[in-house]
């Protein structure tokens, strides 16, 4: 089965602060891979999607931009945090018509 | 993608049965119903998925009309465990799986 590893689990940083959260899958080979983002008691809005190395899919413009350098790795980065980007992280798995596996997240504190 | 909507809370006790009722009206010929469960500080856990008529899992029961416009997952004899988000999804058999979750039902369980 697969496993998702997200780091770390949380995050405190200041407004302005560069940002690299990084998120590995095991067991599993050339997945789709996905980042949402989860705002205290609302539903996961997902942020972006890849379905190879290298080919990303931004779902809502914002301040982050994601990265997979590798089959089974996925960044989401910022160059300068803001307020708004506080939030829960969630790195998630998945091939067409299968369940998506979710990893435990990063919450992100921005101060 | 099919909007779903269902009720943002629910309240049970301990041992009894919990049905909670997820409408989806748009839902296309190629969409399967998903059902995840999360608990706080956690990514999302899928619980069961199914297509029509009845879904059966160790650890709940998903019922599709013939029209598939709703769906009930019924969790069987809930423990405080059980307390939790439920999210009600409806997925694509095409394309990239991108997930669109709305807010939820806060199930809690009682003892």
């Known amino acids: 089965s697969q496993t998702i590893h997200q780091w770390p689990a949380t995050l405190v940083q200041p407004v302005g602060s560069p940002l690299s959260l990084e998120c590995t899958v095991e067991?599993?080979?050339?997945?789709?891979l996905y980042w949402y983002r989860q705002a205290a008691g609302r539903g996961l809005q997902l942020l972006f999607y890849?379905?190879?190395?290298?080919?990303i899919s931004s779902e809502v413009p914002q301040n982050l931009s994601a990265s997979r350098p590798q089959d089974r790795q996925f960044i989401l980065s910022s160059k300068k945090l803001l307020l708004s980007d506080s939030g829960f992280y969630l790195c998630?798995?998945?091939?067409?018509?299968?369940?998506?596996?979710f990893g435990d997240g990063t919450r992100l504190s921005i101060l | 993608l099919a909007k779903t909507t269902q009720p943002i809370s629910m309240d049970s006790y301990e041992g009894q049965e919990v049905n909670i009722t997820c409408s989806h009206n748009?839902?296309?010929?190629?969409?399967?119903i998903t059902w995840y469960q999360q608990f706080p500080s956690q990514g999302p856990r899928f619980i069961i998925q199914?297509?029509?008529t009845k879904v059966t899992n160790e650890v709940a029961s998903l019922f599709i009309p013939a029209d598939r416009k709703s769906s009930t997952l019924s969790l069987p004899r809930v423990s405080l465990s059980d307390t939790a988000v439920y999210y009600c999804?409806?997925?694509?058999?095409?394309?990239?799986?991108?997930?669109?979750f709305g807010a939820g039902t806060r199930l809690a369980v009682h003892p």
């Open positions: 199914g297509y029509k």
């Open positions: 748009n839902i296309a010929t190629n969409d399967y």
């Open positions: 999804l409806v997925i694509s058999s095409g394309g990239y799986n991108k997930l669109i």
């Open positions: 998630a798995s998945g091939r067409s018509n299968q369940p998506q596996h």
């Open positions: 890849s379905v190879g190395i290298g080919q």
């Open positions: 067991g599993t080979s050339n997945p789709n």
